[in-house]
């Protein structure tokens, strides 16, 4: 259960953005709060999301920002645990905010340059921290449930997609016709939406039955069309997030769920490297391995520390809202 206190909470928190998209990392973990990733995801998706909600909402936080509570870890080849959120509950893994969890506890001095085991809720990962600052997150194997589903998106037409796990659900478009640019996010956001929902409507799920959370919509380097992508990257993505923001990073486990799928075409060699922009133009490079018949996504990128200080939730303060389920 999630104490019940008077007293305000203060939350020791150090935040980052990793290619343009931002993490807040509660380093010191949440008073009261302890277990397995799994176990504190479950929490944090039940008696504690009053909580998640106080800290990502505003006036505290803001609709694109994504938590992470970092957990003492529970095997001892391992670093450490996170758990990911966002402003609508959990997440099963995060590209990005993993690049910036692993950048922030090496500006605090407690991850040393070199390999970290890290436990997520989906299975560990590893992380190494290079030299120069930068971050390479091996991922959880990714694979694609389902190749090429049509999907009538009403006022739009039909278009196509694969479903995708890179640590969380995608559904990736291609013949989705936008420009992929800054100055039509209002549209790629809400063309995401309803195809969100149509695929959602017609009974679309990941191959474990967990709903698809996640549209990313691409434009590979030689497709037609005049559609602009930068020079040196191989495709350009928006990917929408469950919360109905879009992601400023390339997204990791969005990257990753796209290796997948260009591993499974034979468009993509083992150790090859794919880069992959966001609509911001940052970049993340993307390599993978085959292990018997997991392909398992390695995403390279950086993070900067943006901001350290403590997060004060006073339960007397209305718009903290602890008592809302
Ligand atoms: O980088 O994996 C990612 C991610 C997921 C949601 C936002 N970023």
Do not use: K
Request: proline share 6%.
């Amino acid at each position: 259960m999630m104490p019940t206190t008077d007293a305000p909470m203060r939350l020791r928190c150090v935040d980052s953005h990793t290619e343009g998209e931002p993490t807040r990392a509660l380093v010191d973990g949440i008073p009261g709060l302890a277990g397995s990733p799994a176990q504190v995801r479950a929490a944090l998706d039940g008696a504690w999301a009053p909580l998640v909600r106080a800290m990502m909402h505003e006036p505290r936080g803001y609709a694109w920002l994504v938590g992470a509570v970092v957990l003492p870890p529970a095997s001892p080849r391992a670093s450490f645990g996170v758990v990911f959120f966002n402003n609508v509950g959990t997440l099963g893994m995060c590209g990005h905010g993993t690049i910036g969890v692993v950048r922030t506890l090496s500006a605090l001095g407690r991850l040393a340059a070199g390999d970290h085991l890290i436990e997520t809720p989906v299975g560990p990962v590893t992380a190494r921290l290079h030299a120069d600052g930068r971050v390479s997150v091996r991922n959880v194997p990714s694979r694609v449930a389902q190749h090429g589903v049509a999907v009538h998106v009403p006022g739009h037409g039909v278009v196509h997609g694969d479903v995708a796990w890179g640590g969380n659900w995608f559904f990736i478009c291609h013949d989705h016709g936008l420009a992929i640019s800054m100055d039509r996010l209002q549209e790629l956001t809400d063309f995401s939406m309803r195809l969100r929902s149509a695929y959602d409507a017609a009974g679309l799920r990941g191959d474990d039955g967990a709903p698809i959370d996640h549209v990313e919509l691409s434009i590979d380097a030689g497709d037609g069309g005049g559609h602009r992508v930068g020079s040196g990257a191989d495709a350009r993505g928006f990917v929408l997030c469950p919360g109905a923001e879009w992601d400023r990073s390339p997204c990791g486990t969005g990257t990753s769920a796209r290796v997948a799928c260009l591993a499974a075409q034979g468009r993509l060699a083992p150790g090859a490297t794919w880069v992959q922009e966001s609509v911001l133009g940052t970049r993340f490079e993307a390599t993978y391995e085959r292990i018997g018949t997991d392909i398992v996504p390695t995403i390279t990128g950086s993070a900067h520390v943006t901001f350290d200080g403590w997060i004060v939730i006073d339960p007397a303060d209305p718009l903290a809202r602890l008592g809302e389920r």
